[in-house]
C-alpha cells in the first residue's frame, strides 16, 4: 500500500496533497479513491491554468500581429495612387476588408480570453471600419469613430 506524508511535499503532485489536507504529518492512503479522485482534480486543474496561460499567449500573438498586418495595409494603401494603381488599390481593399471582417471576429471571440501582457486596445481598425452596429458600441454614432478595436 503507498502512502504519502502531508507534512512536507516535495514536489509535483505531492506539492499539492498539501493544499488538500492539513499539514499534520498524517499519512494519505493513494490508494483511496478519494485521493486518487483528488489527485485527477488537481492534475486538472493544473492543465487548465496551463491551457489559459497559452490562450493568454496565442491572443496577444493574434492581436498583435492583426494590427501589424493592418498598419503595413494602411501605409501600403496611403502610398498608391488611386488612378495609375488602380489594380495594385483594388488588391489592397480587398486584403483589408478581409482583414477587417477577421479582426472583427476574433476580436468577439478572444474578448474573455485574458491578454499574457498589457495590451493595447487597438487591434488594428476602429470599430465602425470592422462593421460593428451602433447598438453594439453606444448609441451615439459620433462616439464611436473614437472607439477603437
Not at 35 to 49: A, F, K, N
Amino acid at each position: 500500500m503507498a502512502y504519502v506524508t502531508t507534512s512536507s511535499p516535495s514536489s509535483g503532485c505531492a506539492a499539492h496533497l498539501g493544499e488538500l489536507w492539513p499539514r499534520t504529518g498524517s499519512l494519505v492512503k493513494l490508494s483511496d479513491e478519494d485521493v486518487q479522485e483528488g489527485i485527477r482534480w488537481l492534475l486538472q486543474r493544473d492543465r487548465c491554468v496551463e491551457e489559459e496561460k497559452r490562450l493568454g499567449r496565442e491572443r496577444c500573438y493574434l492581436q498583435e500581429w492583426a494590427s501589424e498586418e493592418w498598419n503595413a495595409l494602411e501605409r501600403l494603401r496611403e502610398g498608391l495612387d488611386d488612378e495609375s494603381d488602380c489594380d495594385m488599390v483594388f488588391a489592397v481593399d480587398c486584403r483589408m476588408e478581409a482583414l477587417r471582417e477577421l479582426i472583427g471576429t476574433w476580436r468577439f471571440q478572444v474578448q474573455l480570453v485574458t491578454p499574457a501582457w498589457p495590451m493595447p486596445e487597438s487591434w488594428g481598425p476602429v470599430r465602425v471600419d470592422v462593421g460593428m452596429e451602433a447598438g453594439q458600441v453606444g448609441d451615439d454614432m459620433e462616439d464611436l469613430e473614437d472607439v477603437v478595436v
